[in-house]
C-alpha cells in the first residue's frame, strides 16, 4: 500500500489518504492460467467475430494471448447481441472495433488490432487499406500469425483460408455451429501431417458421410426484419459450447511443450435427457480425389 500525502495549502490541514495498489504485472495476470504460458507471444488471426468467434476473442484474451489480429465487417446490431459478449453500450459500432476496445480496457497485456475487411471483395481505398491487390494486403495483414482461425461459418471462407494455411505451412483451425445450435464443429488443420485437408473432411462429412454430420434442426434459419441474409437459431449458452472447445484445441495447437497434434476434428451434440454436451473425435480422412493428396 502507498501513502500520499495531500499537498497543504493555507485552508486545510495536511491530510493522508491510503491508495490501494494492486498486482497487474503479467506473469501476476498468468498466475492462475498455465495456457498463459503457452499464449504468451503468440498471434493468431482470427475471421468472423459474431456468435461463436466473439467470445473466442475475449477467452483468448483473459488467457494471455499475446496478439489477436480480428477480422469481420459487420456493425453490433441489436437483435444478435442477445448471443454476444457485449451488448447495449456498443449498438452501431463495428464488431471488431467494439472487441478491440473492450479487450484494451480490460486485459491490456493482450495486443489486438481489428480489420473490416470483406474476403473476397475489392479492399477499400482509404488509408488504412490502400489500393493493392487482396493477396499483397492478405501477405501483410497475416504476417507472423501462429494460427489462423475460421469462426465465419462461410464455406468459400474456409475454403480459401485453409488453402491459405496450407500453402504457407500454418495451422488452421475452424468451428461453426449447426442450424438450431443442436450442435457444432471444430476442426484443426496441422500441415506435413498427412492427413487430409478441410475439402476431405467437407467430402467425408457432406458426400461420402464416412463421419457424420453434427446434428442440426430443419427449421433451424429465420429471416429477422431488417436482414438480408437469413440467421440461425439458437441459444448463446449453447453456442458457447463451440467456442470454449475452439479455444482449447487453439490452445493445444500452440502447446510447443507437448508433441504436436495431429489434424482432426471435434463434432458436438446434445443429449436430450439434461441437454448435456458431448463430442466425439477422430482424424481427418485423406479423399484419393482431392488435390491435397498430390
Ligand atoms: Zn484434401
Known amino acids: 500500500q502507498f501513502f500520499m500525502l495531500k499537498r497543504p495549502n493555507a485552508k486545510t490541514k495536511p491530510s493522508i489518504h491510503r491508495i490501494r495498489a494492486v498486482r497487474v504485472g503479467q506473469s501476476d495476470l498468468g498466475a492462475r492460467v498455465p495456457a498463459t504460458s503457452i499464449l504468451?507471444?503468440?498471434?493468431?488471426?482470427?475471421?468472423?467475430?459474431?456468435a461463436v468467434g466473439g467470445p473466442i476473442a475475449l477467452e483468448l484474451a483473459k488467457a494471455?494471448?499475446?496478439?489477436?489480429?480480428?477480422?469481420?465487417?459487420?456493425?453490433?446490431?441489436?437483435?444478435?447481441?442477445?448471443?454476444?459478449?457485449?451488448?447495449?453500450?456498443?449498438?452501431?459500432?463495428?464488431?471488431?472495433?467494439?472487441l478491440v476496445r473492450h479487450i484494451a480496457a480490460n486485459w491490456m497485456h493482450a495486443n489486438v488490432v481489428g480489420h473490416r475487411m470483406v474476403i473476397g471483395a475489392t479492399p477499400d481505398a482509404d488509408d488504412k487499406y490502400p489500393k493493392e491487390g487482396e493477396i499483397q494486403l492478405f501477405e501483410k495483414l497475416l504476417d507472423g500469425v501462429d494460427v489462423i482461425f475460421d469462426a465465419t461459418a462461410e464455406v468459400g471462407v474456409q475454403h480459401f483460408l485453409s488453402d491459405w494455411a496450407r500453402a504457407r505451412g500454418i495451422?488452421?483451425?475452424?468451428?461453426?455451429?449447426?442450424?438450431g445450435a443442436c450442435g457444432g464443429i471444430v476442426a484443426r488443420f496441422m500441415p506435413g501431417d498427412g492427413q487430409g485437408c478441410w475439402r476431405c473432411l467437407?467430402?467425408?462429412?457432406?458426400?461420402?458421410?464416412?463421419?457424420?454430420?453434427?446434428?442440426?434442426?430443419?427449421?433451424g434459419e429465420i429471416l429477422p426484419p431488417g436482414c438480408n441474409h437469413p440467421t440461425f437459431t439458437g441459444a448463446s449458452f449453447d453456442l458457447v459450447e463451440v467456442s470454449l472447445q475452439a479455444v482449447r484445441v487453439i490452445v493445444r495447437a500452440l502447446d510447443d511443450r507437448q508433441p504436436r497434434p495431429e489434424s482432426g476434428y471435434a463434432?458436438?451434440?446434445?443429449?436430450?435427457?439434461?441437454?448435456?454436451?458431448?463430442?466425439?473425435?477422430?482424424?481427418?480422412?485423406?479423399?484419393?480425389?482431392?488435390?491435397?493428396?498430390g
Open 40 to 50: 504468451r507471444g503468440r498471434t493468431v488471426a482470427l475471421f468472423g467475430c459474431g
Open 267 to 293: 463434432i458436438l451434440s446434445f443429449d436430450e435427457g439434461f441437454g448435456v454436451p458431448s463430442w466425439r473425435t477422430g482424424s481427418i480422412p485423406r479423399n484419393d480425389e482431392c488435390s491435397c493428396t
Open 202 to 219: 467437407q467430402h467425408a462429412l457432406y458426400t461420402d458421410k464416412t463421419i457424420a454430420e453434427p446434428p442440426f434442426a430443419d427449421n
Open 171 to 179: 495451422p488452421f483451425i475452424y468451428a461453426s455451429a449447426t442450424p
Open 64 to 98: 494471455g494471448i499475446g496478439e489477436l489480429r480480428l477480422f469481420d465487417p459487420d456493425i453490433v446490431d441489436p437483435g444478435p447481441t442477445v448471443r454476444w459478449p457485449l451488448g447495449r453500450s456498443v449498438y452501431g459500432q463495428n464488431k471488431t472495433g467494439a
